[in-house]
């Protein structure tokens, strides 16, 4: 077998829940087909590494702009069918998508909604037990399509564990890490906007706050507003947090939501960064009409200065991607064994048989079992 890369056997190194949930649960998953939409980088490519093992046939996909190419490399050596590029756009990876579901899986693990969406356009295959999504983004997509699988599919990111664990606290991490790498500004007494305050913007603004800097919160739910609030950060509306924000982070996972308003009240110099799935927080098209030029501080797309038709220059950190993906190495290895495990026994319970046809969370009974591992792991 070929030898497994660096990155990703450090990752294997930290990952034992991961590696105990594959090995007790080989007999449900061995000889499954695995169609699978995650991204791409070390420690996805230690759980491939262990399905692999296991003997799941696994074919593979991730997100534009998330990709290591060299990670994606390592896992064809391994015989794993992986259709990605770092420099892939919309178009490559929509059908990367159609390649990957051409195995008719058994089962699938998805990231943001794009494969299993896919499947219910293109038809189930007669095998198809059902699968999982990653994301609370691809979860709502699920939820709020007319079509149906009729088959199980389990929301990861519904896990109350996951929320608190990776979530709140690994994302905060990342994300501060991928401006960091991203910018070389220093995070003290600096002045952040966080739209959004659930378990991913809770954890970028209180990391934020922990660091030094002064940070005000926009979230439209009172409860989490109010939460922010105690957990000493400003509140306001979208506009009036940005107005005065040097660095502004957008953690909603919905569209648009530093629109056109929001623009108009940024500070000259301010710099927006995106933490949800997809690169639709920020509305580029009315950041584009404002533009009259743009300045590349760097490699391109890393930090693009937009200078508007009113003299100000918004900075828009790798075009509103996942920066702690585009700009770091994801969630920390500990936190994403606790979410990779969850997927792991999620997709054996979707194999065993015994869930209900729908969109639903992670079973009660796998939560109890991988929180009980995990405590006993950090005593």
Same mark, same amino acid.
């Given at each position: $077998?070929?030898?497994?890369?660096?990155?990703?056997?450090?990752? =294997?190194?930290?990952?034992?829940?991961?590696?105990?949930?594959?090995?007790?649960?080989?007999?449900?998953?061995? /000889?499954?087909?695995?169609?699978?939409?995650?991204? !791409?980088?070390?420690?996805?490519?230690?759980?491939?590494?262990?399905? &692999?093992?296991?003997?799941?046939? !696994?074919?593979?996909?991730?997100?534009?702009?998330?990709?290591? @190419?060299?990670?994606? @490399?390592?896992?064809?050596?391994?015989? %794993?069918?992986?259709?990605?590029?770092?420099? @892939?756009?919309?178009?490559?990876?929509?059908?990367?998508?159609?390649?990957?579901?051409?195995?008719?899986?058994?089962?699938?693990?998805?990231?943001?909604?794009?494969?299993?969406?896919?499947?219910?356009?293109?038809?189930?295959?007669?095998?198809?037990?059902? +699968?999982?999504?990653?994301?609370?983004?691809?979860?709502?997509?699920?939820?709020?399509?007319?079509?149906?699988?009729?088959?199980? %599919?389990?929301?990861?990111?519904?896990?109350?564990?996951? =929320?608190?664990?990776?979530?709140?606290?690994?994302? /905060?991490?990342?994300? %501060?890490?991928?401006?960091?790498?991203?910018?070389?500004?220093?995070?003290?007494? $600096?002045?952040?906007?966080?739209? #959004?305050?659930?378990?991913?913007?809770?954890? &970028? *603004?209180?990391?934020?706050?922990?660091?030094?800097?002064?940070?005000? &919160?926009? @979230?439209?739910?009172?409860?989490?507003?109010?939460?922010?609030?105690?957990? +000493?950060?400003? !509140?306001?509306?979208?506009?009036?947090?940005?107005?005065?924000?040097?660095?502004?982070?957008?953690?909603? +996972?919905?569209?648009?939501?530093?629109?056109?308003?929001?623009?108009?009240? =940024?500070?000259?110099?301010?710099? =927006?960064?995106? %933490?949800?799935?997809?690169?639709?927080?920020?509305?580029?098209?009315?950041?584009?009409?404002?533009?009259?030029?743009?300045?590349?501080?760097?490699?391109?797309?890393?930090?693009?200065?937009?200078?508007?038709?009113? +003299?100000?220059?918004? &900075?828009?950190?790798?075009? /509103?991607? $996942?920066?702690?993906?585009?700009?770091?190495? #994801?969630?920390?290895?500990? *936190?994403?064994?606790? #979410?990779?495990?969850?997927?792991?026994?999620?997709?054996?319970?979707?194999?065993?048989?015994?869930?209900?046809?729908?969109?639903?969370?992670?079973? *009660?009974?796998?939560?109890?079992?991988?929180?009980?591992?995990?405590?006993?792991?950090?005593?």
């Amino acid at each position: $077998m070929p030898e497994t890369h660096p990155a990703t056997a450090w990752a =294997l190194k930290h990952m034992p829940l991961t590696a105990q949930a594959v090995a007790e649960l080989t007999p449900v998953l061995a /000889g499954k087909r695995l169609a699978m939409c995650l991204h !791409v980088e070390p420690k996805t490519a230690a759980l491939v590494t262990l399905l &692999v093992r296991a003997g799941v046939d !696994v074919r593979l996909t991730g997100s534009p702009g998330t990709t290591h @190419d060299d990670v994606a @490399d390592a896992l064809a050596e391994l015989g %794993v069918a992986v259709f990605t590029r770092r420099g @892939d756009g919309e178009a490559e990876h929509a059908r990367n998508i159609e390649r990957v579901l051409e195995v008719e899986p058994d089962l699938t693990l998805d990231n943001g909604g794009d494969l299993t969406v896919s499947l219910l356009g293109s038809g189930t295959p007669a095998g198809y037990l059902g +699968g999982t999504e990653e994301t609370t983004t691809g979860g709502i997509r699920l939820r709020e399509t007319k079509a149906r699988l009729g088959k199980p %599919v389990v929301v990861i990111n519904d896990s109350r564990l996951k =929320l608190l664990v990776e979530n709140e606290f690994g994302v /905060g991490q990342s994300v %501060v890490q991928g401006f960091l790498n991203a910018t070389n500004l220093m995070v003290p007494g $600096m002045r952040a906007a966080v739209l #959004g305050y659930g378990p991913c913007g809770k954890g &970028v *603004a209180d990391t934020l706050s922990r660091l030094g800097a002064r940070v005000s &919160v926009c @979230d439209t739910d009172p409860m989490r507003a109010l939460e922010a609030i105690l957990n +000493g950060h400003s !509140v306001g509306s979208a506009a009036e947090v940005v107005a005065d924000a040097q660095l502004v982070f957008t953690a909603t +996972g919905h569209p648009g939501v530093l629109g056109a308003a929001e623009l108009a009240a =940024l500070r000259d110099g301010a710099v =927006l960064a995106g %933490v949800g799935h997809f690169a639709w927080e920020i509305d580029r098209a009315a950041l584009a009409e404002k533009t009259v030029r743009t300045v590349e501080y760097g490699a391109p797309s890393r930090r693009t200065g937009h200078v508007l038709d009113d +003299g100000r220059e918004i &900075v828009l950190l790798d075009q /509103g991607r $996942m920066l702690n993906l585009t700009a770091a190495n #994801g969630n920390s290895i500990q *936190a994403m064994d606790l #979410g990779l495990t969850l997927q792991a026994r999620s997709l054996a319970a979707v194999a065993a048989g015994g869930l209900a046809d729908e969109v639903q969370p992670v079973p *009660a009974d796998v939560e109890h079992r991988i929180a009980t591992d995990l405590v006993a792991a950090l005593r």
